[in-house]
């Protein structure tokens, strides 16, 4: 979290792929996502991985994966 920050969203989530096969018991296969969560100063590119079983869906990130930008990066300039 950031200090003094009392803003923070998931802007977007996308679909990527399908990834790997249906483990026995699951209603469908393993896959990927990439959401972007904003905050007072920065967005993170998040690769989520869903991993539906017989019990339900494991849900993981991997920080490796994750790309941190500042958004003045984004926004070519300092915020108002």
């Known amino acids: 979290p950031e200090k ?3 803003t ?3 802007e977007q989530t996308e679909f990527i792929k399908y990834e790997g096969t249906t ?3 699951a209603k469908g296969p393993p ?3 990439l ?3 904003t905050t007072c100063s920065k967005k993170a590119q998040v690769i989520v991985h ?3 079983d017989s019990t339900g869906t494991t849900i993981s ?3 490796a994966e994750t790309k941190f930008i500042p958004i003045e990066t984004i ?3 300092a915020q108002n």
């Open 23 to 25: 483990l026995e018991g």
């Open 35 to 37: 959401w972007t969560i």
């Open 31 to 33: 896959w990927q996502e």
């Open 50 to 52: 869903f991993i539906p």
């Open 4 to 6: 003094n920050c009392k």
């Open 75 to 77: 926004s070519g300039g």
């Open 8 to 10: 923070g969203y998931i």
């Open 61 to 63: 990130t991997n920080l």
